[in-house]
């Protein structure tokens, strides 16, 4: 089976940048999309493709992808940027994968 | 704009088969290079794909539930239906519907439903 793993938990100061990993053996071979999560409401997609936005997700979220590790930047963080953050990646064995997830806690 | 909504029973009993509906509005179930799929989210837990269907009836499941899973469409409702035996107490979950576009190469969740809570008590 295939995995990812992101770390449990992030802490960031309002307008600091926030980063979160994604480790899975060579994801940097395959295209690692990032999804945020917050309580009752339905994941939205802000990464697609290691480093695309999709229409009306703000500047701030970036991707990066290579060698082992994906990574998700959100720069400026806001209060509003709190929340569940996943990545995913598609394996030719297991399907879509997701990761562990990483809860944003913006103090 | 597509739009998914899941419905089905809220409370399923032990070793019972727990079946849901997604209703898809604003596009088709039967439009090409999309792929319709069952994701869930276990209780204070991470995300878990389940499986998706495609082409109206091929599947796709995930290893570790491909004993028990079952993905159907019925092009007629614009619907896409999972059926899950034998659960326990463990496949309590929210449970997410939702559609997948194939970019690249590979594939990325662009439209999700709600989710809906599904729980396994006697």
């Known amino acids: 089976s295939y995995e990812l793993t992101q770390p449990p938990s992030v802490s960031v100061s309002p307008g600091q940048t926030a980063s979160i990993t994604c480790s899975g053996d060579k994801l940097g071979d395959k295209y690692a999309c990032w999804y945020q999560l917050k309580p009752g409401q339905s994941p939205v997609l802000v990464i697609y493709q290691d480093t695309k936005r999709p229409s009306g997700i703000p500047e701030r979220f970036s991707g990066s992808n290579s060698g082992n590790t994906a990574t998700l930047t959100i720069s400026g963080t806001q209060a509003l940027d709190e929340a569940d953050y996943y990545c995913q990646a598609w394996d030719s064995s297991a399907g879509d994968v997701f990761g562990t997830g990483t809860k944003v806690t913006v103090l | 704009q597509v739009q998914l909504q899941e419905s089905g029973p809220g409370l399923v009993k032990p070793s019972q088969t727990l079946s849901l509906t997604c209703t898809v509005s604003?596009?088709?179930?039967?439009?090409?290079?999309?792929?319709w799929s069952w994701i869930r989210q276990h209780p204070g837990k991470g995300l878990e794909w389940i499986g998706y269907?495609?082409?109206?009836?091929?599947?796709y499941y995930n290893p570790s539930l491909r004993s028990r899973v079952t993905m159907s469409v019925d092009t007629s409702k614009n619907q896409f239906s999972l059926k899950l035996s034998s659960v326990t107490a463990a496949d309590t979950a929210v449970y997410y519907c939702?559609?997948?576009?194939?970019?690249?190469?590979?594939?990325?969740?662009?439209?999700w439903g709600q989710g809906t809570l599904v729980t396994v008590s006697s």
């Open positions: 939702a559609r997948e576009v194939a970019v690249a190469g590979t594939l990325l969740i662009d439209s």
């Open positions: 604003g596009g088709s179930v039967s439009s090409g290079g999309y792929y």
């Open positions: 269907i495609f082409h109206s009836e091929s599947t």
